[in-house]
């Protein structure tokens, strides 16, 4: 089965930092673009960051951009969030998504992670 799972999320003040790892498993992980969506309680989900599969291009959300890099390891079948100077308005769910293409990951992935629980206290 398709399967992604987030890790690496907790409780950091602010101007700290996250590192969050997403391990891909039950599909050819290296063909597919992978990204990070953010969702706050009560809040819609949100894109932050994505990663081509052919050639690493990434894209940011302008919330994040200069602050946060996405990085992926084909060879562990595993993406990463490297999170810093983290602000309050920084809490949230973050998951792992999968496409096939780079439009649709950002838009409407195939595949969703559970997400891992980020806190940024103040």
């Known amino acids: 089965q398709e399967q992604l799972v987030e890790s690496g999320g907790g409780l950091v003040q602010a101007g700290g930092s996250l590192r969050l790892s997403c391990a891909a498993s039950g599909f050819s992980f290296s063909a597919y673009a992978m990204a990070w969506f953010r969702q706050a309680p009560g809040k819609e989900r949100k894109f932050v960051a994505g990663?081509?599969?052919?050639?690493?291009?990434?894209h940011y959300s302008d919330s994040v951009k200069g602050r946060f890099t996405i990085s992926r390891d084909n060879a562990k079948n595993t993406v990463y969030l490297q999170m810093n100077s983290l602000k309050p308005e920084d809490a949230a769910v973050y998951l792992c998504a999968a496409s096939r293409n780079w439009v649709d990951v950002q838009t409407s992935p195939r595949y969703w992670g559970q997400g891992t629980q980020v806190t940024v206290s103040s």
């Open positions: 990663i081509s599969w052919r050639t690493g291009v990434t």
